[in-house]
């Protein structure tokens, strides 16, 4: 409280209290090969499909970044 400099209490603050934009649950069950994700309309590959959480999960260190525009696309799974 004493502190001059709340810069890098802040910041950790506002770290903390955004969500992990690590994973994205999918709505339907993906046929996996045909998964396509794109952050901000640039096609990434940094990320895994996890089966039982019906979810693309991005490699540590390559998290979209809070604001980017990520999609991801797939045949459902009943219609393969």
């Known amino acids: 409280v004493c502190a001059q400099g709340w810069g890098d209490t ?6 903390h209290s955004v969500p992990a934009l690590d994973r994205f649950i999918l ?4 046929a996996e090969p045909t998964i396509e994700v794109s952050v ?10 996890m089966g039982a959480d019906n979810a693309v999960v991005f490699a540590p260190g390559a998290y979209p970044a809070v604001g980017d525009v990520v999609e ?9």
């Open 40 to 49: 901000d309309g640039a096609l990434r590959t940094d990320w895994t499909f």
């Open 10 to 15: 802040l910041v950790q603050m506002a770290r």
């Open 72 to 80: 991801v696309e797939y045949r459902m799974l009943a219609c393969e």
């Open 27 to 30: 709505t339907e069950s993906p």
